[in-house]
């Protein structure tokens, strides 16, 4: 009796880390590619901080120098970090959508259309631990990735900042997500989102597309909501200053003789926009100054993850729709349906 309780308890343990070297093994192209995808955006910032930013940075002093005369500067080092730069600031923002495409379609889909889950249930492995699995193995690599690449854009972009003139400033969308955890949040979500879509669906090509769509619509919202995740500053300025501070515009106008705030009106000429005009006294913008940047990523951060939570947990529960409330002691569904 103690021999047969010690093996019966035995297997579980034992089936855990080979559930893990089975989820590594299954996806090794993927791990892969992975891994060179991020080699090859660390080198790839690297080099902007460095060479690429001192070369550009060069050039534009060459250029501050000529004092509007013709004499010669690097134009080419000028564009190629402005090249540079936009491709590897793209290329972070497309990674949740690469992410959730590879769940939906491989980590999931494919495997409950081909019966490998299924396999896995019948092995010692319930279908709670095999999605449980499926989601943390692949949460681990994409969060050690995506957070060296954002905090290498971070530095890439801080090199380049006072020194080069056509730098993009941190209020810009792209930049803003591609130098903060904001983008691993947006991965973490993509992940989960992948993961619910090959869980419901159940095919591969369906799932990678309604994945993606989902990851799109998180990153969308993420956006929206934005300015309105932390107190914006107003400032009040003259007709003559113009709109004062400068930032993550939330919204901005004119102000009336009554002290009123109207949005600016439309005009398409100077005698249309002068008339436009009259009668106001100053203008208002409401902005994030980059004193916010911080708040405003961590904010969004913890959003787009308390989303992400929601879809991990609208996995389990199609898990359990899709297997049943029953499973036998070895794991495999004695319920539901499978795939």
């Not at 901080?49 to 509007?68: I, N, S, T, V």
């Not at 095999?130 to 890439?156: D, Q, Y």
């Not at 930032?247 to 002068?274: E, I, W, Y």
Request: aromatic residues 8%; hydrophobic residues 50%; glycine residues 10%.
């Amino acid at each position: 009796m103690t021999a047969t309780l010690t093996g019966a308890t035995a297997t579980p343990a034992a089936a855990r880390p080979r559930l893990t070297r089975w989820v590594l093994r299954l996806h090794r192209p993927a791990l892969y590619a992975w891994a060179g995808l991020v080699l090859v955006l660390a080198a790839l910032l690297l080099a902007l901080r460095g060479p690429l930013a001192d070369a550009a940075a060069e050039a534009w002093r060459q250029y501050d120098a000529c004092a509007g005369e013709r004499c010669g500067y690097d134009q080419a080092a000028i564009l190629r970090y402005k090249d540079y730069y936009n491709y590897a600031t793209l290329a972070l923002n497309a990674l949740p959508l690469l992410v959730a495409a590879w769940a939906g379609a491989a980590l999931t889909g494919r495997e409950l259309e081909s019966g490998t889950a299924l396999l896995s249930w019948t092995q010692a492995a319930s279908p709670a631990r095999w999605l449980a699995v499926r989601l943390a193995v692949p949460a681990v690599a994409v969060s050690a990735g995506t957070a060296l690449l954002f905090w290498l854009h971070h530095l890439a972009w801080d090199a380049g900042h006072g020194r080069i003139h056509t730098a993009k400033p941190w209020s810009d969308r792209w930049t803003f997500h591609a130098n903060g955890p904001s983008t691993l949040a947006l991965a973490l979500a993509g992940l989960a989102a992948g993961t619910l879509a090959g869980l419901l669906l159940r095919r591969t090509l369906p799932a990678l597309l309604l994945g993606t769509a989902v990851a799109a619509g998180i990153r969308g919202l993420a956006e929206i909501a934005l300015p309105h995740l932390w107190p914006a500053v107003t400032r009040l300025s003259t007709m003559d200053q113009g709109f004062v501070g400068s930032g993550l515009t939330v919204d901005q106008g004119l102000v009336t003789r009554t002290g009123a705030r109207v949005p600016v009106p439309a005009c398409d000429s100077v005698d249309g926009c002068r008339s436009a005009y009259a009668g106001f006294t100053g203008h208002w913008n409401t902005y994030h100054p980059l004193s916010h940047y911080w708040p405003l990523q961590l904010t969004t951060s913890a959003l787009v993850l308390a989303v992400a939570g929601l879809l991990v947990l609208g996995c389990f529960l199609a898990l359990r729709r899709l297997t049943g409330p029953a499973t036998t002691a070895g794991g495999a569904a004695t319920g539901g349906t499978t795939a």
